[in-house]
């Protein structure tokens, strides 16, 4: 099981390392107004798969483990009910972006861009949903061909697009032709599924999107932050100074990508513990304590590196050290973040962590709003810390709130092995069932 893990954190860094190389080697081919557009597209990205993705890659790592009695019901059932969902919301979105485009004239992208983009966003999201399929069938060579496979793809052509035509839409361009290839190589994949797949059960995907709306919702905060800041630096100091906050943001982030690894790694043997006391503890304990030392080491790492490699960048990117100061101690919460969240995901209580991230999300919209006017780069860095600081308080003090009502109450702890049977008879008993 080790093996498989460490295999598929494998392909993971080697994707997501070769994403942010991309993002650190486009300043030498785009000026600092067209970074700065980057930045957008880069945050809007984030926000837009979760929308349109609507957490459906989650769902089926969750689902496919109780279900396998179906395989072969499971891949109709599931992609198509996820896709019931998208698709209107890929139509809902495009309706938007041309209705801003009409009555603003301030939006940066012209509306064949958008929309290019936002076929690229649901390619994409297919796409991850086909990488959950291969990694719950165990088929470790083909996932990390494809994964490692297509981001060179993307890096590739972005590269050389942006290299000819010296404009931020190029990320656009090569993103979508790269998602789209990456279909080829995954056609035998889809095609052998499809031919041995039965009708699909409406049930399953309605149950499908139900799993994955709620882990959508927590996720569209956090995204819409990350586009908050950009968008109001946009807005009140202009998009060179977006460019230099997501240079800053970008090399800063590579924390939070070696901490993603870490618990990609150990996560699962954390949920194999049956009673979170006091096994399960002492693991996420562990797993806490590792994530701080590899973040706080990878800090001063990072910082010496950024000293060292901004002499290379245009002089501006330099006015970022400040705000890449306070996200290096932004970033280094984020064991701490995970640490709450996955105590309450072990007590099913995760469901209260979304209304906490829009509140979170609404108080950094506000400190934006203050801070970015007067302060720039600086106070969007600013608020982004003290909103991450509010989140990692609040998340925390309800897992230890959730953690001493378990303690009170046993029956609830032993109940939770008798809810999962319940639900999986019960789901097993719909997918016995011809599809509605």
Same mark, same amino acid.
């Given at each position: 099981?080790?093996?498989?893990?460490?295999?598929?954190?494998?392909?993971?860094?080697?994707?997501?390392?070769?994403?942010?190389?991309?993002?650190?080697?486009?300043?030498?081919?785009?000026?600092?107004?067209?970074?700065? &557009?980057?930045?957008?597209?880069?945050?809007?990205?984030?926000?837009?798969?979760?929308?349109?993705?609507?957490?459906?890659?989650?769902?089926?790592?969750?689902?496919?483990? &109780?279900?396998?009695?179906?395989?072969?019901?499971?891949?109709? $059932?599931?992609?198509?009910?996820?896709?019931?969902?998208?698709?209107?919301?890929?139509?809902?979105?495009?309706?938007?972006?041309?209705?801003?485009?009409?009555?603003? #004239?301030?939006?940066?992208? #012209?509306?064949?861009?958008?929309?290019?983009?936002?076929?690229?966003?649901?390619?994409?999201? @297919?796409?991850?949903?086909?990488?959950?399929?291969?990694?719950?069938?165990?088929?470790?060579?083909?996932?990390?061909?494809? /994964?490692?496979?297509?981001? %060179?793809?993307?890096?590739?052509?972005?590269? @050389?697009?942006?290299?000819?035509?010296?404009?931020?839409?190029?990320?656009?361009?090569?993103?979508?032709?790269?998602?789209?290839?990456?279909?080829?190589?995954?056609?035998?994949?889809?095609?052998?599924?499809?031919?041995?797949?039965?009708?699909?059960? &409406? /049930?399953?995907?309605?149950?499908?999107?139900?799993?994955?709306?709620?882990?959508?919702?927590?996720?569209?905060?956090?995204?819409?932050?990350?586009? =908050?800041?950009?968008?109001?630096?946009? &807005?009140?100091?202009?998009?060179?100074?977006?460019?230099?906050?997501?240079?800053?943001?970008?090399?800063?982030?590579?924390?939070?990508?070696?901490?993603?690894?870490?618990?990609?790694?150990?996560?699962?043997?954390?949920?194999?513990?049956? $009673?979170?006391?006091?096994?399960?503890?002492?693991?996420?304990? /562990?797993? =806490?304590?590792?994530?701080? %030392?590899?973040?706080?080491?990878?800090?001063?790492?990072?910082?010496?590196?950024?000293?060292?490699?901004?002499?290379?960048?245009?002089?501006?990117?330099?006015?970022?050290?400040?705000?890449?100061?306070?996200?290096?101690v932004k970033f280094c919460l984020s064991p701490l973040y995970l640490h709450g969240y996955y105590m309450l995901l072990f007590f099913n209580a995760s469901e209260r962590v979304p209304?906490?991230?829009?509140?979170?999300?609404?108080?950094?919209g506000v400190l934006n709003y203050v801070l970015i006017p007067t302060y720039g780069i600086w106070g969007a860095a600013l608020a982004t810390l003290l909103s991450d600081v509010a989140l990692v308080v609040t998340v925390n003090c309800l897992a230890v709130t959730i953690r001493r009502k378990a303690a009170r109450l046993p029956a609830l702890t032993k109940?939770? $092995?008798?809810?999962?049977?319940?639900?999986?008879? @019960?789901?097993?008993?719909?997918?016995?069932?011809?599809?509605?």
């Open positions: 099981m080790r093996r498989l893990f460490l295999s598929y954190s494998f392909g993971e860094f080697i994707a997501k390392g070769l994403n942010l190389l991309l993002v650190l080697v486009l300043p030498f081919a785009l000026d600092q107004g067209e970074y700065g &557009r980057l930045g957008l597209l880069l945050a809007s990205e984030a926000v837009l798969m979760v929308c349109i993705g609507g957490g459906g890659g989650s769902a089926f790592l969750r689902l496919y483990s &109780r279900l396998q009695r179906f395989p072969e019901r499971f891949f109709t $059932s599931a992609f198509f009910g996820w896709a019931r969902y998208s698709l209107p919301a890929l139509v809902l979105a495009v309706v938007c972006c041309a209705a801003l485009s009409l009555f603003d #004239a301030s939006i940066r992208f #012209a509306l064949p861009v958008q929309i290019l983009f936002l076929c690229y966003i649901f390619l994409a999201a @297919a796409r991850e949903n086909v990488y959950s399929l291969l990694r719950v069938e165990q088929r470790i060579g083909r996932y990390t061909l494809v /994964k490692i496979g297509s981001q %060179v793809a993307k890096v590739g052509l972005v590269g @050389a697009f942006a290299l000819l035509f010296e404009t931020a839409d190029a990320y656009v361009w090569g993103s979508f032709i790269s998602a789209l290839s990456s279909f080829v190589l995954l056609a035998d994949f889809i095609r052998s599924r499809v031919r041995i797949a039965q009708r699909g059960s &409406r /049930k399953l995907g309605r149950l499908v999107v139900s799993f994955g709306l709620p882990l959508m919702l927590g996720s569209i905060a956090t995204s819409i932050m990350g586009l =908050t800041d950009r968008y109001m630096l946009d &807005r009140f100091v202009g998009a060179e100074e977006v460019g230099v906050y997501t240079f800053a943001s970008t090399v800063a982030g590579a924390n939070f990508f070696l901490l993603s690894m870490l618990s990609f790694t150990m996560i699962p043997g954390f949920f194999a513990f049956k $009673s979170f006391e006091p096994e399960g503890e002492q693991y996420l304990r /562990k797993m =806490t304590y590792l994530g701080l %030392v590899l973040t706080v080491g990878s800090s001063i790492g990072l910082f010496l590196a950024f000293q060292i490699a901004i002499v290379r960048y245009l002089p501006e990117y330099a006015r970022g050290n400040a705000a890449f100061l306070l996200l290096q209304l906490v991230t829009f509140l979170v999300c609404a108080l950094n109940s939770l $092995s008798t809810n999962n049977s319940a639900l999986k008879t @019960a789901i097993s008993a719909n997918l016995g069932k011809t599809g509605e």
